[in-house]
C-alpha cells in the first residue's frame, strides 16, 4: 500500500515500488488512465491521489554522435522504429543519415534501424562519418565510445531534476533550474540501472494498472 507524504514528488513516492521491481523511475513513463496525459515525476506527488495511473516501460541507451563529437542518453517507446527515433535528432543537430554509419556497441555490428527500439535497450548505439577520419581523431572517437548509462545518472539525486526533451534526450536541471553540462560527459560517476518491467500495483493513495497493450504512441 502507498500514500503519498506532503512534499514528496511523484518519484519518491513510488520509491519503494521501483525498488522492489527493480525498476529505475527514469526509464518508465506514467499516465493517468483514460486520457494518457503523462505524469511529471518530478512533480508534487499529490496530484496521484485517488487517480488510476499506469506505469510503461521505456528503452534507454547512450547515443554518440561522433560526427560532432557529443554523447547523448535517449529514452524511446520500446515499440517504435530505432530509425524514429534517432531521424529527428540527427536532424535537429544538422547530421545527414545518408553521409553516416549507424553502428551497434563497439561499432563492430551495424544497426538495422528499421528494428524497434526493444533491441537496443541498455546498448550503445554510434553514428560515425563515412570519413569520420578528417574531423577527429580515433583516440578522440575512443573516448566517446566509452561512456555508458551511468555516466548520465547524479550520483545525489537530491540536487538535480532528471528531464526528458521532446526528442527523448535527458537533461540534468540542478535545483537552481541550471542546466548542467552532460551531452559530453568528462567525469564518469558510478551508479546501477537494473532491467525494467511493469507491474500492478494497488495503493489507498492512487491505482497503478498494467497498460501494455495501450501503450501510447509517444
Same mark, same amino acid.
Given at each position: 500500500?502507498?500514500?503519498?507524504?506532503?512534499?514528496?514528488?511523484?518519484?519518491?513516492?513510488?520509491?519503494?515500488?521501483?525498488?522492489?521491481?527493480?525498476?529505475?523511475?527514469?526509464? #518508465?513513463? %506514467?499516465?493517468?488512465?483514460? &486520457?494518457?496525459?503523462? +505524469?511529471?515525476? $518530478?512533480?508534487?506527488?499529490?496530484? !496521484?491521489? /485517488?487517480?488510476?495511473?499506469?506505469?510503461?516501460?521505456?528503452?534507454?541507451?547512450?547515443?554518440?554522435?561522433?560526427?560532432?563529437?557529443?554523447?547523448?542518453?535517449?529514452?524511446?517507446?520500446?515499440?517504435?522504429?530505432?530509425? #524514429?527515433? %534517432?531521424?529527428?535528432?540527427? &536532424?535537429?543537430?544538422? +547530421?545527414?543519415? $545518408?553521409?553516416?554509419?549507424?553502428? !551497434?556497441? /563497439?561499432?563492430?555490428?551495424?544497426?538495422?534501424?528499421?528494428?524497434?527500439?526493444?533491441?537496443?535497450?541498455?546498448?550503445?548505439?554510434?553514428?560515425?562519418?563515412?570519413?569520420?577520419?578528417?574531423?577527429?581523431?580515433?583516440?578522440?572517437?575512443?573516448?566517446?565510445?566509452?561512456?555508458?548509462?551511468?555516466?548520465?545518472?547524479?550520483?545525489?539525486?537530491?540536487?538535480?531534476?532528471?528531464?526528458?526533451?521532446?526528442?527523448?534526450?535527458?537533461?540534468?536541471?540542478?535545483?537552481?533550474?541550471?542546466?548542467?553540462?552532460?551531452?559530453?560527459?568528462?567525469?564518469?560517476?558510478?551508479?546501477?540501472?537494473?532491467?525494467?518491467?511493469?507491474?500492478?500495483?494497488?495503493?489507498?493513495?492512487?491505482?497503478?494498472?498494467?497498460?501494455?497493450?495501450?501503450?501510447?504512441?509517444?
Amino acid at each position: 500500500m502507498i500514500q503519498p507524504l506532503p512534499g514528496q514528488t511523484v518519484y519518491q513516492a513510488m520509491n519503494k515500488v521501483f525498488c522492489k521491481k527493480n525498476i529505475p523511475w527514469y526509464k #518508465s513513463d %506514467l499516465y493517468f488512465v483514460g &486520457d494518457y496525459t503523462p +505524469i511529471d515525476q $518530478n512533480m508534487d506527488a499529490q496530484v !496521484l491521489c /485517488s487517480k488510476e495511473i499506469c506505469l510503461i516501460e521505456r528503452c534507454l541507451f547512450v547515443l554518440s554522435l561522433t560526427p560532432i563529437a557529443i554523447n547523448l542518453c535517449v529514452k524511446a517507446n520500446m515499440k517504435k522504429s530505432i530509425i #524514429s527515433i %534517432l531521424q529527428p535528432i540527427l &536532424d535537429f543537430y544538422q +547530421i545527414k543519415a $545518408n553521409n553516416c554509419g549507424i553502428f !551497434l556497441n /563497439s561499432g563492430s555490428c551495424v544497426l538495422n534501424v528499421n528494428d524497434t527500439c526493444s533491441s537496443i535497450d541498455s546498448q550503445h548505439i554510434l553514428v560515425v562519418h563515412k570519413q569520420q577520419t578528417t574531423f577527429f581523431s580515433q583516440t578522440e572517437i575512443d573516448k566517446l565510445i566509452k561512456v555508458s548509462i551511468d555516466d548520465f545518472i547524479p550520483i545525489n539525486m537530491n540536487d538535480f531534476q532528471l528531464q526528458f526533451d521532446e526528442l527523448g534526450i535527458l537533461k540534468q536541471f540542478k535545483k537552481n533550474n541550471s542546466i548542467s553540462p552532460i551531452m559530453s560527459p568528462t567525469s564518469p560517476k558510478q551508479t546501477s540501472i537494473n532491467s525494467l518491467s511493469t507491474s500492478t500495483l494497488l495503493s489507498s493513495g492512487f491505482r497503478l494498472v498494467k497498460q501494455d497493450d495501450d501503450d501510447p504512441e509517444f
